[in-house]
């Protein structure tokens, strides 16, 4: 079982990062995945035009897709351009079984900023938890739940990441890992003993730096991480096309 994902697109008409969506979706024809994730931030400044043509492109895959928003997107113009009868109708949360595997995903997003919170959706994120389905879960979100190290990033994470660490401690062994994106380079961590990923991105990546006086280069192709589960063990993989 491989789930893809993909996060951070920004396409906008004065970049390439569309052209940089298609050769990862190219890369993706060799894997065959069974299902693929997008944790958002796919458009920049509303363009309409950006969500037909991701939609476009997500329609040829051989596999279910999943779309989360992050705090770049317009939440209407996704639903204008995708149908899912996955996202629930106050967000765009989803929670699905695939292949003896359940991805949920939380819409972490707030409007009018920058940073993100799961603190409102913890109620909704407990009873699928909950769910008597007993299947290994995935988690994805679009904002970070740990700390990157990246100051700029750090200040617009995910709030409440505190309560979803109490959260996972009582539903201890379901989740095999948290996966998000929004920091534009693949980091990985762990929040209250599950592994945590961060996926690189799409568009151009954030240089890796911490703060000090100088900011390294950065100059990183497109990004994005396949979750292969087999054998109940979750193997995470950071892959640049």
């Given at each position: 079982?491989?789930?893809?994902?993909l996060?951070?697109?920004?396409a906008?008409?004065?970049?390439?990062?569309?052209?940089?969506?298609?050769?990862?979706?190219?890369?993706?024809?060799?894997?065959?995945?069974?299902?693929?994730?997008?944790?958002?931030?796919?458009?920049?400044?509303?363009?309409?035009a950006?969500?037909?043509a991701?939609?476009?492109?997500?329609?040829?895959?051989?596999?279910?897709?999943?779309?989360?928003?992050?705090n770049?997107?317009?939440?209407?113009?996704?639903?204008?351009?995708?149908?899912?009868?996955?996202?629930?109708?106050?967000?765009?949360?989803?929670?699905?079984?695939?292949?003896?595997?359940?991805?949920?995903?939380?819409?972490?997003?707030?409007?009018?900023?920058?940073?993100?919170?799961?603190?409102?959706?913890?109620?909704?994120?407990?009873?699928?938890?909950?769910?008597?389905?007993?299947?290994?879960v995935?988690?994805?979100?679009?904002?970070?739940?740990?700390?990157?190290?990246?100051?700029?990033?750090?200040?617009?994470?995910?709030?409440?990441?505190?309560?979803?660490?109490?959260?996972?401690?009582?539903y201890a062994?379901?989740?095999?890992?948290?996966?998000?994106?929004?920091?534009?380079?693949?980091?990985?961590?762990?929040?209250?003993?599950?592994?945590?990923?961060?996926?690189?991105?799409?568009?151009?990546?954030?240089?890796?730096?911490?703060?000090?006086?100088?900011?390294?280069?950065?100059?990183?192709?497109?990004?994005?991480?396949?979750?292969?589960?087999?054998?109940?063990?979750?193997?995470?993989y950071?892959?640049?096309?």
């Amino acid at each position: 079982m491989i789930v893809a994902q993909l996060t951070d697109i920004h396409a906008a008409p004065g970049n390439d990062n569309l052209a940089r969506f298609a050769r990862a979706l190219e890369w993706l024809e060799f894997i065959q995945p069974d299902a693929l994730v997008v944790t958002g931030d796919l458009v920049d400044d509303d363009w309409f035009a950006g969500y037909a043509a991701i939609a476009s492109l997500l329609k040829g895959q051989h596999c279910p897709v999943f779309l989360l928003p992050g705090n770049a997107d317009n939440h209407a113009m996704m639903r204008a351009c995708w149908e899912s009868e996955a996202w629930m109708p106050d967000a765009l949360h989803f929670s699905v079984e695939v292949k003896g595997l359940r991805l949920i995903g939380v819409d972490t997003t707030l409007k009018g900023e920058a940073a993100g919170s799961i603190i409102a959706h913890l109620a909704w994120l407990e009873r699928q938890l909950a769910g008597d389905d007993g299947l290994p879960v995935l988690l994805f979100l679009h904002h970070h739940v740990f700390p990157s190290g990246i100051p700029t990033m750090d200040k617009i994470m995910c709030r409440g990441s505190g309560e979803l660490a109490a959260l996972l401690t009582d539903y201890a062994g379901r989740t095999l890992a948290i996966a998000s994106g929004h920091v534009h380079r693949p980091i990985a961590s762990h929040l209250a003993g599950v592994p945590a990923y961060i996926c690189g991105s799409v568009c151009p990546a954030n240089p890796a730096w911490f703060g000090g006086e100088t900011v390294p280069p950065a100059n990183d192709p497109p990004s994005l991480m396949l979750h292969r589960f087999a054998a109940g063990l979750l193997t995470s993989y950071p892959i640049f096309v």
